[in-house]
Nanobody, 129 residues
Framework: QVALVESGGGLVQAGSSLRLSCAASGGTFSFYYMGWFRQAPGKEREFVAA????????AHADSVKGRFTISKDNAKNTVYLQMNDLKPEDTAVYYC??????????????????????WGQGTQVTVSS
């Protein structure tokens, strides 16, 4: 049974940085993609960033480009989200997701929450102004 465990969230001031981690464990797995999504109160869960496990191809939402960076450590089965210059509108629960059911045809497909097979429990990020 695959489990994804997020860590690194917290309460910070605007302009600060945080690094989220997502560690995968349990069973034998080979991910094709891992991603980060976020959900603010009263809003839909939205795409933040994603990375292909083998080639390292990445995608970032327009709202975080230039501030957030997704990366991975294959040996540790861990994906990271470096978040710089945080803004109050980044406040949300951040979820890690993983896909192991095959490759996707386009980079755009990586941004859909519907293509992911596993989800973590989420970590809260709160940015004060």
């Amino acid at each position: 049974q695959v489990a994804l465990v997020e860590s690194g969230g917290g309460l910070v001031q605007a302009g600060s940085s945080l690094r989220l981690s997502c560690a995968a464990s349990g069973g034998t797995f080979s991910f094709y993609y891992m991603g980060w999504f976020r959900q603010a109160p009263g809003k839909e869960r939205e795409f933040v960033a994603a990375i292909s496990w083998s080639g390292g191809r990445t995608a970032h939402a327009d709202s975080v480009k230039g501030r957030f960076t997704i990366s991975k450590d294959n040996a540790k089965n861990t994906v990271y989200l470096q978040m710089n210059d945080l803004k109050p509108e980044d406040t949300a629960v951040y979820y890690c997701a993983a896909r192991d059911t095959g490759p996707l045809a386009t980079v755009l497909a990586m941004t859909s929450r519907n293509v992911y097979d596993y989800w973590g429990q989420g970590t809260q990020v709160t940015v004060s102004s």
